[in-house]
């Protein structure tokens, strides 16, 4: 099978920079693009010399349209509302589109399902595998332990994140939800402040802390009488979540429309 063309979106952001330099290092892979919006400060540099790759003689561009047409994926972690629209020009172009984006309204979620019914979309909160199997044993866990212990889940990121909280922290919560089989939309609690009562049975809890350089640390915690029981993932580089994105890229390329997880991508 030829070169895999890749489109990284976002290419000048510090993931963005991780994932040209690691499609540069990947073999089976080939950088054919890479985009910023319109006025950013590197528009027109190369994408692989920003990167600290060698030079790659692909121009940062701000037309996504036309170098989605010259990729067979687009690779995304930058903010909701581009993410949909990188969503929509996959699904005009039939092209892989391995979205990392995090804090989507409910209206964006379905605007990208709509576009994976044209397209394959492989969408995450987290690439990594590490995080995708404590998800697996968060259901478990919850499907084990009843509402006689509490869950909590805590997440920690640097200073910049910009939602919260965390993609990763929303997918513990489903994981945990799905265990019990309840709605995470009406039985998380969060922000916490002030004469808020007893903590309600059977609420999942979440608390989000900002500070650093932090690239992602995550703990659900499940307190019952007398015991605690604490599952935790911490990340320490960006380059997992984008080596785990160019999994997903090239197991995406073989397979029909649809919207897929990282779950998918590891047969979880």
């Known amino acids: 099978m030829s070169e895999m063309r890749i489109l990284i979106a976002g290419a000048a952001g510090h993931m963005g920079r991780t994932l040209v330099r690691l499609v540069?290092?990947?073999?089976?892979?080939?950088l054919s693009g890479a985009t910023e919006p319109?006025?950013?400060?590197?528009?027109?540099?190369?994408?692989?010399?920003?990167?600290?790759?060698?030079?790659?003689?692909?121009?940062?561009?701000?037309?996504?349209?036309?170098?989605?047409?010259?990729?067979?994926a687009v690779i995304d972690f930058t903010i909701p509302r581009v993410s949909v629209e990188i969503a929509g020009l996959a699904a005009k172009h039939r092209r892989v589109h391995v979205c990392g984006t995090t804090g989507f309204s409910a209206a964006e979620n379905e605007a990208i399902a709509s576009s994976a019914r044209i397209a394959p979309i492989v969408k995450s909160g987290n690439f990594s595998l590490g995080v995708?199997?404590?998800?697996?044993?968060?259901?478990?866990a919850a499907n084990a332990l009843d509402e006689d212990f509490d869950i909590e889940i805590v997440e920690m990121h640097h200073n910049r994140k910009i939602d919260a909280p965390s993609g990763t922290a929303l997918m513990f919560g489903e994981a945990a939800a799905a265990g019990r089989s309840?709605?995470?939309?009406?039985?998380?609690?969060?922000?916490?402040?002030?004469?808020?009562?007893?903590?309600?049975?059977?609420?999942?809890?979440?608390a989000a802390l900002r500070g650093g350089t932090v690239v992602g640390d995550h703990s659900v915690i499940f307190a019952g009488p007398s015991e605690r029981i604490t599952l935790s993932h911490h990340a320490e580089d960006r380059a997992l979540f984008a080596r785990g994105a160019l999994k997903a890229a090239l197991w995406a390329r073989a397979r029909p429309a649809g919207l897929y997880s990282m779950a998918d991508v590891l047969g979880l």
């Open 182 to 206: 309840i709605d995470l939309a009406g039985r998380s609690a969060r922000g916490r402040d002030g004469q808020t009562g007893a903590r309600r049975r059977g609420d999942i809890g979440f």
């Open 24 to 30: 540069q290092e990947t073999a089976g892979l080939k």
């Open 132 to 140: 995708n199997l404590l998800a697996a044993l968060v259901k478990r």
């Open 38 to 72: 319109e006025g950013h400060v590197a528009l027109g540099e190369d994408a692989g010399l920003l990167a600290g790759a060698g030079r790659a003689l692909v121009p940062i561009t701000s037309d996504t349209d036309a170098a989605l047409a010259q990729a067979d």
